[in-house]
C-alpha cells in the first residue's frame, strides 16, 4: 500500500512569510503526527492528530499550527517564519495513537529553507 | 522533562568491524524504539522494546532494553556499508521524544 506522502518537498520562503505544508497518512491511519528534525535540536514533537483533533502538542510557539481533515490527512501551518524555522518537518502517520509502543510510518519530509 | 541521550554522536568504522550504539535516559520508559533514517528519507522503525532485559535480534542488529528501562543499545556484527545512516531511539507514551542520533558511516 502506498506510504506517508508531503507536499511539497522542498520550499524556500522569506522571513515573514507563511507556510503550509501538507502530509497525507497511510490509508487507514488515524492519527498523524508532526516532528521538526534539525542538526541542533534533532528531532522534536510538535503536535499529534486523532481524528481530527489535536491530542498532543510539543514546546513550539503559537505560529506553528495544525489541522487534520476527515480523510485523515493534516496539514501544518507556520506564520512570520522566522530564520530559525529552517528544518526538515517530518510527519509520521499511525493506526492508533502516536506512542513508541505503536509503529510510526514516516514520510519523506518538507525541507523548508527560510532566507 | 523526559530526555534521552544517545552516544556516541558519530562513528565510522570500517566493514565487518561490530559496534555498539547507546540510548540513556535518567527516566523510567514504557517502551523504546530505535529507528533508522537515511538521507532524503524519513526515519524506519527497527524494533521496539517493551519488557526490562529483553533482547531482540533482527538479523546482525542485537538490541536490548535495560532491566530498569531506563537505557538501551544497539549491537551491530560485522557491519555493512548498507548499515550507514542515522540511529535514532525514541520513547513515550503521549508525546514521543527523540534522542539526538548515532551517525553511523561504515567504510567498504
Known amino acids: 500500500k502506498a506510504g506517508v506522502t508531503q507536499t511539497p518537498r522542498y520550499l524556500i520562503k522569506t522571513r515573514g512569510q507563511q507556510v503550509t505544508l501538507s502530509c497525507s497518512p497511510i490509508s487507514g491511519h488515524r492519527s498523524v503526527s508532526w516532528y521538526q528534525q534539525t542538526p541542533g535540536q534533532g528531532l522534536q514533537f510538535l503536535f499529534e492528530y486523532f481524528s481530527e483533533t489535536q491530542r498532543n502538542k510539543g514546546n513550539f510557539p503559537g505560529r506553528f499550527s495544525g489541522r487534520q481533515f476527515s480523510n485523515s490527512r493534516s496539514e501544518m501551518n507556520v506564520s512570520t517564519l522566522e530564520l530559525g524555522d529552517s528544518a526538515l518537518y517530518l510527519c509520521a502517520s499511525s493506526l492508533m495513537r502516536g506512542s513508541s509502543y505503536n509503529e510510526q510510518f514516516f514520510g519523506p519530509g518538507t525541507r523548508l529553507t527560510v532566507l | 522533562t523526559q530526555l534521552l541521550e544517545q552516544s556516541p554522536q558519530f562513528l565510522s568504522i570500517q566493514e565487518g568491524e561490530n559496534l555498539t550504539v547507546y540510548c540513556n535516559s535518567s527516566s523510567v520508559f514504557s517502551s523504546l524504539q530505535w529507528y533508522r533514517q537515511e538521507p532524503g528519507e524519513g526515519p524506519v522503525l527497527l524494533v521496539t522494546?517493551?519488557?526490562?532485559?529483553e533482547v531482540k535480534k533482527l538479523k546482525r542488529l542485537t538490541f536490548q532494553f535495560g532491566d530498569a528501562r531506563k537505557d538501551s543499545s544497539l549491537h551491530i556484527t560485522a557491519a555493512q556499508p548498507g548499515d550507514t545512516g542515522l540511529y535514532l531511539c525514541a520513547g513515550g507514551d503521549d508525546k514521543i521524544i527523540f534522542g539526538k542520533g548515532t551517525r553511523l558511516h561504515i567504510l567498504p
Open positions: 522494546v517493551v519488557t526490562g532485559g
